[in-house]
C-alpha cells in the first residue's frame, strides 16, 4: 500500500518560478520527509518535518504539514534548470520506525 | 566514505536463473533496507535488516532473501528470476536513531527475460 501520494504527477515551470509539490497520506506519522531522484540515480533526503512541526525551512525549500489535513506540501523557491527531478514524499507510519513508504512522485521539470 | 555502493549496476538475467545483488555501506549504519522501482510508481520496501543477524520484510518479499552477517554489507538474493522481478532495486542504510532519514545507493537495474 502506498501511504504518500504526491500531486501534481508532473509539473513544468520556468527557471525562476516556485515550484509546488503536494503529498498526501493515510494513516497518521511520526514525521514526513522529503526526497529528490535525479534520473537514474538513487533517491536523496532533503528534509524531514517531524508531526509537531508545521513548517520547516532549508535554503530554497519550504515543507508545511497539516496533520489534521494529513498532508505535506513542498515549496521550492526560485527553481533552477539543476531542480529537475522526481521528488517524493515518505513517512514511516505511526508505529513503522524505518519501513517507509512512497508515492509515485512529481515529475518537475524546470526549463532554463 | 563512499557511503552506500551497490553491484552490479546493470544486469540481465533468463527466467529461473538466480543471482545476487551486492549492497555494502561504509557508515556503519545499524539499519539497511531494500526497495525495488517500478514505472510510475514509489519505492516498495522488499526486506530490511535493523542489525547484524536480523532482518525482517517488507512489503514485496516473495521471491527474495536477504542475510545480514556483517553491518556493512545486506546482500539481496533473487531465488528464481521471473520477468515480474524486472526492476530497478535500491538499497539503503540509515542510523538507528534516525531510521526515516536513508541513504540510497545509486541503484541496479535488472532486466528478467
Known amino acids: 500500500s502506498q501511504q504518500g501520494e504526491e500531486d501534481p504527477q508532473a509539473l513544468s515551470i520556468q527557471e525562476g518560478e516556485n515550484a509546488t509539490m503536494n503529498c498526501s497520506y493515510k494513516t497518521s506519522i511520526n514525521n514526513l520527509q522529503w526526497y529528490r531522484q535525479n534520473s537514474g540515480r538513487g533517491l536523496v533526503h532533503l528534509i524531514l518535518?517531524?508531526?509537531?512541526?508545521r513548517e520547516k525551512h532549508s535554503g530554497r525549500l519550504r515543507v508545511t504539514l497539516d496533520t489534521s489535513k494529513k498532508s505535506s506540501s513542498l515549496l521550492i523557491t526560485a527553481s533552477r534548470a539543476a531542480d529537475t527531478a522526481s521528488y517524493f514524499c515518505s513517512n514511516a507510519g505511526g508505529t513503522s520506525y524505518g519501513k517507509l513508504t512512497f508515492g509515485q512522485g512529481t515529475i518537475l521539470t524546470v526549463h532554463p | 566514505n563512499a557511503g552506500v555502493t551497490q553491484t552490479p549496476k546493470f544486469q540481465v538475467l533468463k527466467t529461473g536463473q538466480s543471482m545476487t545483488l551486492q549492497c555494502a555501506q561504509d557508515?556503519?549504519?545499524?539499519?539497511m533496507s531494500w526497495y525495488r522501482q517500478d514505472p510510475g510508481m514509489g519505492l516498495r520496501l522488499i526486506h530490511y535488516?535493523?542489525?547484524?543477524?536480523?532482518?525482517d520484510q517488507g512489503e514485496v518479499p516473495n521471491g527474495y532473501n536477504v542475510s545480514r552477517s556483517t553491518t556493512e554489507d545486506f546482500p539481496l538474493r533473487l531465488l528464481s528470476a521471473a520477468p515480474s522481478q524486472t526492476s530497478v532495486y535500491f538499497c539503503?542504510?540509515?542510523?538507528?536513531?534516525?531510521?526515516?532519514?536513508?541513504?540510497f545507493g545509486p541503484g541496479t537495474r535488472l532486466t528478467v527475460l
Open positions: 539503503a542504510s540509515s542510523r538507528r536513531e534516525s531510521t526515516d532519514t536513508q541513504y
Open positions: 535488516s535493523v542489525g547484524a543477524g536480523i532482518t
Open positions: 518535518i517531524r508531526s509537531n512541526e
Open positions: 557508515m556503519n549504519h545499524e539499519y
